[in-house]
């Protein structure tokens, strides 16, 4: 089994800055990404932004600019720094990893999320 578990949402006013972070563990081989994706009220999942073992990443338009992910794959963790944050980022927060385990098989593993609310 693998748990991932997500911390460091919150309340900010717009213009504010948050950071989130989250950490994957249990029998894990390797990671292959670990992703950051949301979901407001009302709304689809969206994907917010990923990063792949290699370091390549990937953003929503809607957050590039502003949003910056970051991985250690030493620890199996990945942040999101989340800058000049507006109202339309309100959401539940997710972090998603994708790997193998130690016997061989694939994992697709999501958090709990944590809620991020900008006020304007």
């Known amino acids: 089994q693998v748990q991932v578990v997500e911390s460091g949402g919150g309340l900010v006013q717009a213009g504010g800055s948050l950071r989130l972070s989250c950490a994957a563990s249990g029998s894990i081989s390797r990671i292959r990404t670990m992703d950051w994706y949301r979901q407001a009220p009302g709304k689809q999942r969206e994907l917010v932004a990923d990063m792949s073992s290699g370091g390549s990443t990937n953003y929503a338009d809607s957050v590039k600019g502003r949003f910056t992910i970051s991985r250690d794959n030493a620890k199996n963790t990945v942040n999101l720094q989340m800058n000049s944050l507006k109202p339309e980022d309100t959401a539940v927060y997710y972090c998603?990893?994708?790997?193998?385990?130690?016997?061989?098989?694939?994992?697709?593993?999501w958090g709990q999320g944590t809620q991020v609310t900008v006020s304007s």
């Open positions: 998603n990893v994708i790997g193998t385990t130690v016997w061989g098989t694939l994992f697709n593993s």
